[in-house]
């Protein structure tokens, strides 16, 4: 790991390419991200996209002097957009894997998370309670690849899989599956006004998120610099307190400063 004088020369070095990128190549940065996906980004009651990465994304920008242009686009879809070019990145709870690693770059985590059961009130209370039952995930995310890897040992009797946290929420609320599996800070966030569900279970995965980026892009180095000065300073936290309504733990990845992702 860097000390933290040569943190600060990297990281001024890599501002002033940033200002450079910014003047040669574009002022306008193309965020794709899966909207309804709260509390990172959704719509609020005027149709504005909102969410903890909605601002997070617009103050990244902001530091570089860029705009940001929102493309609404299903989870499983951002990896083809973020690689092809169509976007300059994706976000939306995204977790840095090994696998994905190998395809796409990261900039450095903001957020430790796991998964989690969500059930009806009066449904299963415990993973143990889902044998033989039917068992919703969002295509392609970590929770489709944890219940995949773990049907045989839970006796999931089917596995439905949806684009996005709302068309499951009808699915679970109408009975048509016995619970879903997602991301615990958006499940917790979903049911707190809704006394007919509850998160029964957390699924410790140790995940992190982050921006994706098209594998080796310079941007990513080049947001990873901001995100070192938004932990240090304190925007980072604020944001969490914001979305969350708490501070972030010490030593979280919301405010530790951290080397950017790699299969090294």
């Known amino acids: 790991m860097f000390g933290y004088g040569a943190r600060m020369t990297m990281t001024a070095a890599v501002a002033l390419a940033g200002s450079a990128w910014m003047a040669a190549a574009q002022e306008t940065l193309t965020v794709g991200a899966n909207i309804g996906n709260v509390p990172w980004e959704f719509q609020d009651e005027a149709g504005e996209f909102v969410g903890f990465e909605i601002d997070l994304v617009a103050t990244v920008a902001e530091r570089m002097g860029a705009e940001v242009e929102t493309v609404n686009i299903p989870f499983n879809g951002l990896f083809s957009a973020v690689q092809s070019g169509r976007i300059d990145i994706a976000t939306s709870s995204i977790t840095i894997t090994d696998e ?29 309670e889902m044998e033989g039952k039917v068992v919703g995930v969002d295509t392609g995310s970590t929770g489709d690849m944890w219940v995949t890897e773990h049907q045989a040992e839970y006796g999931f009797s089917d596995i439905r899989r949806y684009e996005g946290l709302a068309p499951a929420m009808l699915d679970l609320t109408a009975g048509r599956i016995d619970g879903y599996i997602s991301d615990i800070p958006a499940l917790q966030y979903y049911v707190v006004d809704k006394p007919n569900l509850a998160v029964v279970e957390r699924i410790p995965t140790g995940e992190k998120y982050s921006m994706m980026f098209a594998k080796d892009a310079e941007l990513a180095s080049q947001v990873n610099a901001v995100l070192d000065d938004l932990k240090t300073e304190g925007v980072l936290a604020e944001l969490h307190e914001k979305w969350f309504g708490v501070a972030p733990d010490e030593g979280s990845s919301t405010v530790t400063v951290l080397p950017m992702p790699s299969l090294d």
């Open 100 to 128: 994905r690693l190998q395809s796409v770059s990261f900039a450095q985590p903001y957020y430790d998370s796991d998964q989690s059961l969500t059930a009806l009130a009066e449904g299963p209370k415990s993973l143990d």
